[in-house]
C-alpha cells in the first residue's frame, strides 16, 4: 500500500484539504504543510505505523528528535524549522481529533524546542561615537534634532518609539531626566547624561525653533521638516544614514544603540538590576541576556591578553 492510499496518508490529505478549503491557507502555507506532514507520514510507515489511533506521543517525541538529528535524505534542522514542522504536526492531529479521525491527540503534550537565545548586538563605543559624531556633521537644523535623537537613545537606552513620544515638558534639563513612557503604559524617570543633554540644548535652542514655526506649534520634542512629531520610522532612517556617513558596516536597528548602552553599562561595572530599572525591563532575566554578551567580551580580552590562554 502507498503512502497516498494508506489510512493515514489519506488523513493527511483531508487535512490539506480542509487547509485550503475551509481555512483558505496561503499556496506557500500549504506547501509547507504537505512537505512536513509527508515527512511525517513516511517517519511513521517505518515504524509499521498504518492508523491515527497507532501513534503514540513517544513516536510524535522520536519524530522531533529526528527533525534535529538528520537522516540519509535530510539535514538536521535547526530549532525553529524543527518547531515550525512541529506545529504541521500539532494541527493535524488536533483536527484528525476534532473531525472524529482518531479518539486522541498523541502529540498534544509535545513540545517545541526552544530557539537559541540570539544574543542582543551592541557596537563598539568608538562605532557608536562616531554615528553620533556623523549625525550631527551638517550643522543644519535637521542634524541638530538628528545628534540629539541618537545622544538621547544612547544616553538613555530608550526605546525608538519612547524617544520620539518624548514631549518638550518631559525633558527635566536641570535636574538631568528625561521620563519615558514604555510598553504596558508603564513610566519611568532615567537620568540623561551631560553629553545629551549638551545636545538636546543645542537643538532646542537653535534647531527645534525653526522646525516648530513650520507646523504651527506641538508638544512634541523631535520634529520632522513639517513640524510634526517625528515618528519610528524616519528616527529609524536617521540613525541608519548616521552610520552609513560614519563607515560602520555594521547591522543597525532601532534597538542597536539600546543595545550598546545596556552592554557597555555593565561591561562598566553596572549592577544588571539598576540596568534593568534603566531599561524599563519587567523582570531581570529579559536584561540578564546583556551579561551573556559581558561575558563573550571577557572571554575575547582574555584569550588575546592572557599568555596561557591558547
Known amino acids: 500500500m502507498s503512502l497516498a492510499t494508506s489510512p493515514l496518508g489519506r488523513a493527511v490529505g483531508t487535512y490539506l484539504d480542509h487547509l485550503a478549503v475551509e481555512r483558505g491557507a496561503a499556496a506557500n502555507t500549504l506547501s509547507s504543510y504537505r512537505r512536513d506532514l509527508r515527512r511525517y507520514a513516511a517517519y511513521l510507515a517505518t515504524a509499521d505505523v498504518e ?21 540519509d535524505e535530510h539535514p538536521p534542522l535547526g530549532a525553529s524549522s524543527a518547531a515550525r514542522t512541529l506545529v504541521a504536526v500539532r494541527g493535524f492531529h488536533r483536527f484528525a481529533l476534532r473531525d472524529g479521525l482518531t479518539t486522541r491527540d498523541p502529540a498534544a503534550s ?12 551592541a557596537l563598539p563605543l ?22 540629539a535623537l541618537l545622544e538621547v537613545l544612547y544616553g538613555t537606552g530608550a526605546r525608538i518609539s519612547e524617544a520620539v513620544g518624548l514631549d518638550v515638558d518631559d525633558v527635566d534639563r536641570t535636574e538631568g531626566t528625561v521620563w519615558l513612557r514604555g510598553k504596558g503604559g508603564k513610566e519611568r524617570v532615567v537620568p540623561v547624561g551631560s553629553f545629551a543633554l549638551a545636545a538636546l540644548d543645542a537643538y532646542l535652542v537653535r534647531g ?3 522646525l516648530v ?9 523631535f520634529l520632522n521638516a513639517r513640524g ?13 544614514r548616521a552610520a552609513e556617513r560614519a563607515g560602520v558596516r555594521a547591522d543597525v536597528s532601532p534597538h542597536t544603540l539600546r543595545h550598546s548602552f545596556a552592554t557597555h553599562l555593565l561591561d562598566g561595572g553596572a549592577d544588571v538590576r539598576v540596568v534593568q530599572e534603566l531599561l524599563g525591563h519587567a523582570s531581570v532575566t529579559t536584561t540578564q541576556i546583556y551579561t551573556l554578551v559581558t561575558v563573550d ?14
Open 213 to 221: 514655526a513650520v507646523g504651527g506649534g506641538t508638544p512634541a520634542l
Open 126 to 147: 568608538a562605532d557608536v561615537e562616531a554615528i553620533l559624531e556623523a549625525a550631527g556633521a551638517p550643522g543644519t537644523t535637521l542634524a541638530l534634532r538628528d545628534r
Open 110 to 121: 509535545v513540545k517545541p524546542p526552544t530557539p537559541a537565545k540570539r544574543l542582543p548586538k
Open 51 to 71: 492508523t491515527l489511533d497507532d501513534v503514540t506521543t513517544e513516536l510524535v517525541t522520536a519524530f522531533l528528535v529526528a527533525l534535529r538529528s538528520g537522516d
Open 208 to 210: 527645534r525653533p525653526e
Open 297 to 310: 567580551n571577557l572571554r575575547e580580552a582574555f584569550a588575546l591578553a592572557h599568555p596561557r590562554a591558547r
Open 228 to 240: 510634526g512629531r517625528l515618528s519610528r520610522q524616519s528616527a529609524w532612517t536617521v540613525l541608519v
